[in-house]
């Protein structure tokens, strides 16, 4: 039976960056789709994953990434880290919220596994707001682990208190779910938020 919920926080709960990705692309001549591959580039210890797991200052972080971009043949001078980290600060969708208010009325455990470059719900009401609504957190930026590792999936389910079997988990990203899959977890790919939202109330039974 399914009583705990694992969201992802950016592009689920919250706007995703990948426009703002865009547009910074644009803006420093960068071709289209390259800062999102230079970020995700497949490591543990490319500049975006130090970061994610609060390994590496943002100074260390600034010179390693623009090492990386230029060894991806891609222009150093015109990025700026304040920008890039600007930009993933996203507004809280609505839907989300009357979601979770829905699960927590329900009766689920909510959890968040997010990975992020610095400490959640700092310095920011809505954040702070939101981050009631859940019974625990995974922070990769404080907790050290980031997904798609299963110890990163392992610590949300041990800190709720549940089994994967128990657990449906939302994410935007494939490679995040498929490790979930793997591990037992129900999931849900989250394209549009509004259309998972829905798809997730229907497979609880609730409206």
Known sequence: ?????????????????????????????????SLRRLL?????????????????????????LTTEA??????PRALSVPDLLGSL?????????????????????????????????TNDRDRVD???????????SRDGVRKPEPAAYELILAR?????????FLDDIGANLKTARVMGMHTI???EPRRAFVELLGLLGLS
């Open 1 to 33: 039976m399914i009583n705990t919920v694992v969201f992802d926080l950016g592009g689920v709960v919250f706007e995703g960056p990948f426009e703002k990705f865009a547009e910074l692309e644009r803006r420093w001549a960068w071709p289209t789709g």
């Open 130 to 140: 939101v981050v009631g609504y859940f019974d625990a957190v995974v922070d990769s």
């Open 89 to 121: 600060a996203g507004d809280v969708h609505p839907e989300a919220l009357d979601t979770l208010a829905t699960l927590r009325q329900a009766g689920l455990k909510l959890g968040a596994l997010t990975n992020t470059v610095r400490p959640l719900f």
């Open 40 to 64: 995700g580039a497949s490591s543990a210890t490319n500049a975006w994953s130090l970061l994610e797991r609060g390994h590496v200052s943002v100074a260390e972080f600034e010179r390693q």
């Open 189 to 191: 790919k989250v394209d």
């Open 160 to 168: 709720l208190g549940s089994t994967a079997h128990q657990t449906v």
């Open 70 to 75: 230029s060894a991806a043949g891609l222009d």
